[in-house]
């Protein structure tokens, strides 16, 4: 099993400020066959099921605002939002796709100030 | 439009069995690899099954090996979960999902409470 490690615990932000999560994998997520990191990002918002965001470790999904970005390669991950909005409160998932026993984050609680 | 319904979900005793479903629409079903991810009351999201598109390919989390059976009409775009002797611990929200990747889609989930 890949173990994935997720930190902040939760956050809490100004709006219009950036924020800025890690993930952390077991081991490495890169698969030299077609050079993609099977790792995504999700967002739960309250009351919601969960909604990517990220995924490759760096493609944003169709609709995301640009202010989501991801980065990283191999077993060390970060999702940025440039400037947080009202909206995006919720819990971040990372997600690894690489084992067909998907594994995640233990979430990060984003709030706002 | 990609879009997963769960529906079988429910009160259920300690040992008792319920059953599981996800509709799919929007997308060619037989081609896609299906999930089910639980969250239970207040906690993080955990995976629960695998099938793969042909069905020929199964993985279970170790807790429910034995208990739970995931299964998949591709004719019937369904997916099935049948959970047996269900525990306290089964209690959850659970989601059908189509994963990884770009191919990331959630249904709204179902509600399981194992209870006495």
């Known amino acids: 099993e890949i173990v994935m490690t997720q930190s902040p615990l939760s956050l809490s932000v100004t709006p219009g400020e950036p924020a800025s999560i890690s993930c952390r994998s077991s081991?490495?997520?890169?698969?030299?066959?077609?050079?993609?990191?099977?790792l995504d990002w999700y967002l739960q918002k309250p009351g919601q099921s969960p909604q990517l965001l990220i995924y490759?470790?760096?493609k944003r999904a169709s609709g995301v605002p640009d202010r989501f970005s991801g980065s990283g390669s191999g077993t060390d991950f970060t999702l940025k939002i440039s400037r947080v909005e009202a909206e995006d409160v919720g819990v971040y998932y990372c997600m690894q796709g690489l084992q067909d026993q998907v594994t995640f984050g233990g979430g990060t609680k984003v709030e706002i100030k | 439009e990609v879009q997963l319904e769960e529906s079988g979900g429910g009160l259920v005793r300690p040992g008792g069995s319920v059953r599981l479903s996800c509709l799919a629409s929007?997308?060619?079903?037989?081609?896609?690899?299906m999930y089910w991810v639980r969250q239970a009351p207040g906690k993080g999201l955990e995976w629960v099954s695998f099938i793969h598109g042909t069905g020929r390919r199964i993985q279970y989390l170790d807790s429910v090996k034995g208990r739970f059976t995931v299964s998949r009409d591709n004719a019937g775009n369904l997916m099935s979960l049948q959970m047996n002797n269900v525990r306290v611990e089964d209690t959850a929200v659970y989601y059908c999902?189509?994963?990884?990747?770009?191919?990331?889609?959630w249904g709204q989930g179902t509600t399981v409470i194992v209870s006495a």
């Open positions: 929007g997308f060619r079903f037989r081609d896609y690899d």
């Open positions: 081991q490495s997520l890169f698969l030299q066959s077609n050079g993609y990191d099977y």
């Open positions: 999902a189509r994963l990884p990747g770009s191919f990331g889609a």
């Open positions: 490759w470790g760096s």
